[in-house]
């Protein structure tokens, strides 16, 4: 299905002789115009008037959802639009007569189809798997790129015949410009050479009657000879061909005639070489001019907003409802259009609208037909989400004076005929629309008129909408539960409408206020009032005090709307102050995690710095020992004594510069703690256990508590024993990941750690190799231990190349080797840390 399926087919269309004159009624015409002025093309703009209601409901489904699909399809890609789309219908029936040659610009615009068809099939089936039902419409587009190619190849822009189209036709336009060329520079020279008094000033060679002329004064006609083409509007000039440009015009005239037959020739090779496909262009053309008008109608609900209505049942009884619904037309034209909501229940079928005269009543049954006829046409209209519209097989209309000197109808005679018609041909799925019903005539005549129609459309039509100011049409909604009463709100104090529906309240007429208004004497309108009947008198006081209190409750609404505002807004503020407090916490943890960095940091560059102390005072260690070992072989054993004895204090000095140099670090690194410190209290030491799993936010990890004192505390973390402040460890078994997270406080304590002679670094991964086995390295050395062992596993060897490597580069390893098959194999490492003598 297709929007195409929107026009009237057999009898998928609604009753022509009653729907059509509703519809013109309504101004559905008028909205179609709308629509189609958002077309890119002519033959799109011809499919949207062409529009008319469906009448099955599976039709107008599927008509939606065209619709919808396309809409859906441009808020994705919203710069695609129809390509171009030429009106080719009679070039295409000609192509079907054989013989038949077609001319330069029909074939230039059938290479326009052929690329508009090939660019929308490929922009639209890159997204057919989404949008199904446009994808089904791109199915139809012709893609013939072979013969596209050889059109534009050889027609150009102008839709002219290019010198490509052939061989041949290229070679004699090039024979004809280079003898034209040359037969202008020849007359030109002669024109030149001409005396003065034959000579016209200025003049240059021109074209007369297809051939090349000299312009010479009258005089000169004998002397310069040849044949006369034209003269000038003084008769003084005459435009002469000259003896010497004949034969080289008669060439020229030759290749012109040559250049005629070949161009037939291409037109007509061009003209079979699209024959066969003649009904393919057709299809193709019928495709675009469909996505066209589909496109029409997406960007119509786009541009003046609107949501796809529900479908009712297959039952034109089913319930009416309208959300924030919109007179279409004046939706369209001006923005200040009032909204209306509507709901008519299943059992309920005649709406009987009154109020006073300019107050939208005859608007409002235009808007109700309006919104149907689109709906069914497959266009959104302008409602709102929640709409819910069944489906009218016809619509019937009585509006405005229809009143027809040549049949000698009135005003009357003319709404009985539209009103029998009617009553003879409305069924339970047709749509009445009947503006000031019982007017123009006797007002109790017309009203029992009038009540008696209304009466029998209540179980005859699917829905009735009526206008009216007959006071006894108000009352028959006490009579028939399926007649309702309804009315466009007016402003007693103003006497203006406000365009307001209020479903279950009849309207006044308000005739005889305005007429004060408008100036009419006070005596005058008071013995108007007089003259109205009590029970006039006594509906008219009813109806005023419901609308004053509906006034007053509407007032009431207002102010608890308005009550109901103020705290959303109070709301919102406090939740924008919660989220500004929530925004600032965070910065603030933010801050405070990046102090902790940073402090981090700044321990981690003097830890570097110790190491370099370190290293440098082994260095000089080593470089006196190598300098006093050079002499020790022949060297008494006081001597090798006294170098012994300086070796030791050497040490001693090391490590001595390492402990200096530790101090140092831990009084940094309480500085840089206190500059953390972002004015919360120290946390107090956690209750903790030896063996409790504890995390350590300075070193980034989770170890266990192996001993626990007042002022101490040391944890196996790695395989490495480290000594720290209770205060600095924290409770949780933690990933290693999140132990960092929390926040710290207090001062930052430098880890001690305690000399062991081996360290398990199996299950490290290689970026994590170093941290771990550095400061083991350090403490075995600080202790004056001879070896250390490190287990790294076999498995694939990368953790003991990493060890290993990490051990070369340390100048204070004397030197190391796999394990024997005792102590590990190739599974450990054994440091060797002995001093050199």
Not at 235 to 259: K, W
Request: charged residues 30%; contains cysteine.
């Amino acid at each position: 299905m297709t929007g195409r399926s929107a026009s009237p087919t057999g009898t998928e269309a609604a009753s022509e002789s009653g729907s059509a004159h509703a519809l013109r009624l309504i101004e559905f015409p008028r909205v179609l115009e709308l629509v189609s002025e958002c077309a890119t093309s002519g033959l799109g703009a011809e499919r949207v008037a062409a529009l008319r209601p469906l009448t099955h409901r599976e039709a107008v489904d599927e008509a939606l959802s065209t619709t919808d699909d396309m809409i859906t399809f441009l808020l994705r890609t919203s710069a695609w639009a129809p390509p171009p789309i030429p009106d080719l219908r009679p070039a295409l029936r000609r192509l079907t007569i054989e013989g038949s040659i077609l001319e330069e610009t029909a074939l230039r615009d059938m290479a326009i189809l052929l690329s508009s068809s090939r660019r929308a099939r490929q922009e639209i089936r890159r997204r057919s798997d989404d949008f199904r039902r446009v994808g089904a419409l791109a199915e139809g587009l012709i893609v013939r790129e072979r013969e596209e190619e050889r059109l534009e190849r050889s027609i150009d822009a102008t839709g002219e015949i290019a010198d490509a189209a052939s061989p041949a036709l290229g070679r004699l336009r090039r024979q004809m410009r280079s003898e034209r060329s040359s037969l202008v520079e020849r007359l030109g020279r002669f024109a030149a050479q001409l005396p003065d008094r034959f000579r016209v000033p200025d003049a240059s060679v021109t074209l007369r009657s297809g051939r090349y002329c000299v312009p010479i004064r009258r005089e000169g006609r004998s002397r310069v000879g040849g044949i006369v083409h034209d003269e000038s509007a003084s008769s003084q000039t005459l435009f002469v061909e000259p003896p010497l440009a004949i034969e080289p015009m008669n060439r020229i005239r030759e290749l012109e005639l040559a250049e005629r037959r070949e161009v037939q020739r291409v037109l007509a090779e061009l003209t079979e070489l699209l024959r066969p496909l003649s009904a393919a262009l057709s299809r193709s053309l019928e495709a675009l001019a469909e996505l066209d008008a589909l496109f029409a109608r997406a960007r119509f609900a786009l541009e003046h907003g609107g949501a796809r209505p529900a479908i009712g049942p297959p039952s034109a009884r089913g319930p009416y409802v309208v959300r924030r619904a919109y007179h279409p037309i004046l939706r369209a034209v001006d923005e200040r259009a009032v909204p209306f909501d509507l709901e008519i229940a299943s059992d309920e079928s005649v709406l009987l609208v009154s109020g006073p005269n300019a107050g939208g009543k005859t608007v409002l049954l235009k808007a109700l037909g309006l919104i149907s006829a689109m709906a069914q046409s497959g266009i959104v209209p302008p409602v709102g989400e929640g709409t819910s519209l069944p489906v009218f097989s016809s619509f019937f209309a009585i509006m405005g004076d229809e009143q027809s000197i040549e049949a000698s109808l009135s005003t009357f005679s003319a709404q009985i005929g539209y009103l029998r018609e009617i009553l003879d041909r409305s069924d339970g799925r047709s749509l009445v629309l009947i503006d000031e019903i019982g007017s123009s005539t006797d007002p109790e005549e017309g009203a029992a008129l009038a009540s008696a129609a209304l009466l029998r459309l209540a179980g005859q039509a699917a829905l009735t909408a009526v206008s009216t100011h007959l006071g006894d049409l108000k009352l028959l909604a006490g009579e028939d539960a399926r007649i309702v009463n309804a009315s466009l709100q007016f402003d007693p104090n103003t006497l203006r409408p406000t365009y307001r529906l209020l479903r279950d309240r009849p309207g006044r007429s308000y005739a005889l206020e305005i007429c004060e208004r408008l100036g009419i004497a006070a005596d005058v309108l008071e013995a108007a009032r007089s003259r109205l009947s009590r029970e006039a008198r006594a509906l008219e006081t009813v109806l005023a005090e419901l609308e004053k209190r509906g006034l007053e409750a509407e007032r009431q609404q207002g102010a608890l709307e308005a009550e109901r505002r103020d705290l959303v807004v109070e709301r919102q503020r406090l939740t924008e102050r919660y989220a500004a407090a929530e925004r600032r916490e965070a910065e603030l943890d933010g801050r405070e995690r990046e102090l902790e960095r940073e402090g981090r940091r700044r321990a981690e560059k003097y830890l570097l710095d110790a190491r370099k102390e370190v290293e440098g005072a082994i260095a000089r260690l080593s470089t006196r020992m190598t300098d006093a070992m050079a002499t020790l072989s022949s060297a008494s054993r006081q001597e090798r004594q006294r170098v012994f004895e300086e070796s030791r204090s050497a040490r001693t000095e090391a490590r001595r510069a390492v402990e200096r140099t530790l101090d140092a670090l831990r009084q940094k690194a309480s500085e840089v703690s206190q500059t953390e410190d972002l004015g919360t209290s120290a946390m107090p030491p956690p209750a903790l256990e030896v063996g409790d799993r504890v995390r350590l936010p300075s070193l980034g990890g989770v170890g266990r508590l192996l001993e626990l004192e007042k002022d101490r505390a040391v944890v196996e973390l790695r395989g490495v024993r480290i000594t720290l402040a209770p205060g600095d460890l924290r409770a949780g078994g933690e990933t290693e990941e999140t132990a960092g997270e929390g926040r710290r406080s207090g001062s930052m304590w430098v880890p001690v750690l305690e000399a062991a002679s081996e360290v398990d670094l199996r299950g490290l991964r290689a970026d994590e190799l170093e941290a771990a086995l550095l400061p083991v390295l350090d403490a075995a050395i600080h202790a004056d231990l001879p070896s250390l062992r490190i287990i790294h596993g076999k498995g694939t060897g990368a953790l003991r190349e990493c060890v290993q490597a990490l051990l070369a580069k340390d100048a204070r390893v004397r030197g190391y080797r796999l394990g024997t098959q005792g102590e590990g194999g190739s599974g450990v490492t054994i440091v060797d840390l002995s001093e050199r003598e």
